[in-house]
């Protein structure tokens, strides 16, 4: 009696977080603040040990800010890879400093929606719930990320009509297209922004023998980098290491290599794109010749990679609007009618 008297208290204030927890960054959305936390997927701890620095402030900004300075006893990890957990016991850790963060000394536990990649495993699935619920969440959740980056994106994937959406992350890139709420044909391939990262990095290494670090190459890829010719051609001073010398150097490189040494990984998320298409029910695919392919997630911001898709596919293709935070505002979306969609959503009790 006492017990469910207490449940029913808790759920007058029960608060409800909305996460997307990408390789890159982790954003958390609240219900009726909209996105209330962005910070970079980054965990400080002391080598070889899951301890995370200071009582777990050395995660998000102030742990990237690490990334490649850190001494011999400290190790900046990012617990998760290709859009997965990599690291249990990190994420944990990162979760439970976003969530109370968040959450602040509130002794209630939120209900908490996480958008997870459309492609992986029942086993990975199971870690993103054990990992929330170890870092106090009450009930979770799980929300397929093109789902939600096309109801923060506006589409109108709930009619009958196709809509489709091309969600490039940190780690993983999902292609789908959707249809009366729900998703009809859909890849998810582990190709997107940190693989662009290591293609500056690899082409810096075969052209000037000159070894940079993950930052710098995402640096190179913001400032000039492209997918096509659009605009001015820039160039940037590069600094690093010389691999041969083993001193610090710098040089220039310009646009054109940079777009050259990124036609492999575009070109992985184009062959998605219409392996997809080549998938979908011919009606659908009437649709999206008026409807075209809407690009979300930090890869969209990739300069020509919207006319590239369009010269690839013949389709419209636009960007977002604020693609970088399209799936958490998904989220906070759908955090408004939860109690309407939540029987639809995988819960813990599910499994």
């Known amino acids: 009696m006492f017990e469910r008297m207490l449940d029913k208290f808790s759920g007058w204030f029960t608060i409800d977080m909305g996460i997307d927890l990408g390789t890159c960054n982790t954003l958390v959305a609240v219900r009726g603040q909209g996105i209330v936390l962005n910070e970079p997927s980054v965990v400080a701890v002391r080598k070889g040990t899951n301890e995370v620095l200071k009582n777990g402030q050395a995660v998000g900004m102030v742990a990237k800010e690490m990334l490649g300075k850190t001494p011999g006893s400290i190790s900046a990890v990012r617990p998760l890879k290709d859009g997965v957990i990599s690291d249990f016991k990190i994420t944990e850790a990162m979760l439970a400093y976003f969530i109370h963060k968040v959450n602040g000394n509130s002794f209630i536990r939120p209900r ?25 969440a009450k009930r979770t959740f799980l929300i397929e990320e093109p789902v939600a980056a096309a109801i923060g994106a506006g589409l109108p994937f709930a009619e009958a009509t196709a809509s489709m959406i091309v969600d490039i992350g940190g780690g993983t890139t999902e292609v789908a297209v959707m249809s009366l709420a729900d998703i009809a044909v859909c890849e998810s391939v582990r190709v997107a922004g940190d693989d662009m990262d290591e293609a500056i990095i690899n082409h810096m290494k075969r052209t ?11 640096r190179v890829k913001i400032e000039i ?3 096509a010719p659009v605009g001015e051609e820039t160039s940037m001073e590069v600094r690093g290491r010389d691999m041969i010398s083993g001193l610090p150097r710098k040089t220039v490189i310009t646009s054109e290599e940079i777009r ?51 010269n690839a ?39």
Request: proline share 3%; glycine share 10%; hydrophobic share 45%.
């Open 112 to 136: 908490v929606v996480i958008s997870i990649p459309s492609g992986i495993t029942a086993v990975e699935k199971r870690a993103v719930y054990d990992s929330a619920e170890l870092a106090g």
């Open 208 to 218: 000037y023998n000159l070894m940079i670090g993950e930052q710098t190459a995402e």
């Open 225 to 227: 980098g492209s997918a």
């Open 260 to 310: 050259e040494a990124l036609q492999e990984p575009v070109g992985a998320i184009i062959e998605a794109v219409t392996r997809t298409l080549e998938r979908c029910e011919p009606e659908l695919a009437a649709d999206l010749v008026d409807n075209g392919i809407v690009l979300a997630g930090g890869g969209a911001l990739l300069r020509g990679l919207d006319v590239v898709l369009k």
């Open 313 to 351: 596919t013949g389709l419209d293709c636009r960007v977002a609007d604020d693609p970088l935070t399209c799936v958490a505002r998904g989220t906070a979306i759908f955090l408004e009618n939860i109690e309407m969609w939540k029987d639809t959503l995988e819960s813990d009790l599910d499994l």
